[in-house]
């Protein structure tokens, strides 16, 4: 019974590298999220996916970029990090794109330096 | 602009000592108001969803309550177990997506 699972739990970056946060979930939901987690600001939603084959930004695009890769993944990707992408960042999913209950995965944190 | 604010920030308490965490919110059209809770290095865990003024749901030693203009997450009796920070979250307004509070850290101890 695994629901949202993430990954790498943890990640250091140097400033100008790659990566891609990997997300699958196993409840045949058909929304999916990107938050990341920042002392003081909440969550904030950096980009969903309402169902597979579309994307679309939230709050704070700038800097990511998404694939819904199927019904069951959701992957981040930082194409240049920047020491501002410093966070926590959380996958989540729902039965559809309206509310009801998003699951939370465990969070990836990421530290650029 | 759609908005959630939670205070306190940081709540402690005696083990038993009851207490109640605030969520004041403003948003057009609002389509549900969630708490989480969330433990350090996790996730949050969902808890309640209300949908309309004057609703209420209990599970274990917390109930949520909702009016038109805020909610209040009540607890009794807490237990060190119930330390965590907790969410709250509403659904509606411009974006029809999820706009979290900051949470309040709950610190219970025995």
């Known amino acids: 019974n695994a629901g949202v699972t993430q990954t790498p739990k943890f990640q250091v970056l140097k400033t100008g590298q790659s990566m891609t946060l990997q997300c699958a979930q196993d409840?045949?939901?058909?929304?999916m999220y990107w938050y990341r987690q920042d002392p003081g600001m909440g969550l904030r939603l950096i980009y969903y996916?309402?169902?597979?084959?579309?994307?679309d930004k939230g709050e704070v695009p700038n800097g990511y970029n998404v694939s819904r890769l199927n019904k069951r993944e959701f992957s981040l990707r930082l194409e240049s990090a920047a020491p501002s992408q410093t966070s926590v960042y959380f996958c989540a999913s729902s039965a559809t794109d309206k509310n009801y209950g998003y699951t939370f995965g465990s969070g990836t944190r990421l530290t650029v330096v | 602009e759609d908005q959630v604010t939670q205070s306190p920030e940081a709540l402690r308490l005696q083990e038993g000592e009851s207490s109640s965490l605030n969520c004041s919110y403003t948003v057009s059209g609002l389509r549900g108001l969630f708490w989480y809770r969330q433990d350090p290095g996790k996730g949050p865990e969902f808890l309640f969803t209300l949908y309309s003024a004057g609703e209420e749901k209990e599970k274990e030693r917390l109930k949520a309550t909702l009016t038109k203009k805020e909610s209040f997450l009540h607890i009794t009796a807490p237990k060190p177990e119930d330390s965590a920070t907790y969410l709250c979250?509403?659904?509606?307004?411009?974006?029809?997506?999820?706009?979290f509070g900051t949470g309040t850290l709950l610190a219970v101890q025995p």
């Open positions: 409840m045949n939901h058909n929304s």
């Open positions: 996916s309402a169902s597979e084959g579309t994307t």
């Open positions: 979250a509403v659904y509606g307004g411009a974006t029809n997506k999820l706009i």
